[in-house]
């Protein structure tokens, strides 16, 4: 299928039972930049950009810089928040966008105060339904370290099957060489 991406409209925003999923605006870097600060311990074994803690100004560069490659569709980035109440409960999004396939991988973290109830694996849910229906998605995946648990738990629990384990395949935030899991649905 070949596209050209810019020309492609879809929703920005959509709802699943429990979650509002849509794509950053100018403003939010305020709210993701609590929630960063507030889950830190939780996102830095995992999350390379979660090292050091970013300035409110940083933050809402970084979403701006979002928004922008939204437009572009270049990367995919979607906040998740709690249905009717204006809560950011996490961020989650499609990466590493191949359009020509068109193939797509979910990235996601979660609040603190928000993990262990369900929401990441309905917003995967929610964000596979999405790629697959308004994108036209031929493959999506999942990657984690092979060590984080609870996010390869979230892929298992959106029934996407293991397809490979990637060994020695890159560095944790404590620069500890980590194998990878990469979980993938193909449609």
Do not use: C
């Not at 991406?5 to 999923?21: K, N, Q």
């Not at 961020?91 to 105060?113: A, K, Q």
């Not at 390869?152 to 020695?168: D, G, N």
Request: net charge positive; proline share 5%.
């Amino acid at each position: 299928m070949s596209m050209n991406p810019l020309l492609l409209g879809f929703p920005e925003s959509f709802d699943t039972d429990r979650l509002t999923i849509r794509a950053p605006r100018a403003g939010d870097g305020a709210e993701v930049h609590a929630a960063v600060h507030e889950s830190q311990a939780e996102l830095k074994p995992w999350m390379p950009w979660a090292q050091t803690l970013p300035t409110p100004e940083e933050s809402e560069a970084n979403i701006r810089k979002a928004v922008a490659q939204f437009i572009t569709r270049e990367d995919l980035r979607m906040l998740l928040f709690l249905k009717g109440t204006g809560t950011l409960v996490g961020s989650s999004g499609l990466h590493r966008i191949n359009w020509s396939v068109p193939s797509f991988e979910i990235g996601y973290w979660l609040r603190t105060p928000y993990t262990g109830r369900g929401l990441m694996t309905e917003a995967v849910g929610g964000i596979t339904a999405f790629a697959r229906e308004k994108l036209g998605a031929r493959r999506i995946e999942i990657r984690m370290a092979d060590t984080n648990v609870r996010s390869w738990k979230v892929a298992e629990r959106a029934s996407f099957p293991l397809e490979a384990i990637l060994h020695h395949d890159k560095r944790l935030g404590n620069g500890t060489l980590s194998d990878s899991r990469i979980y993938a649905k193909i449609f």
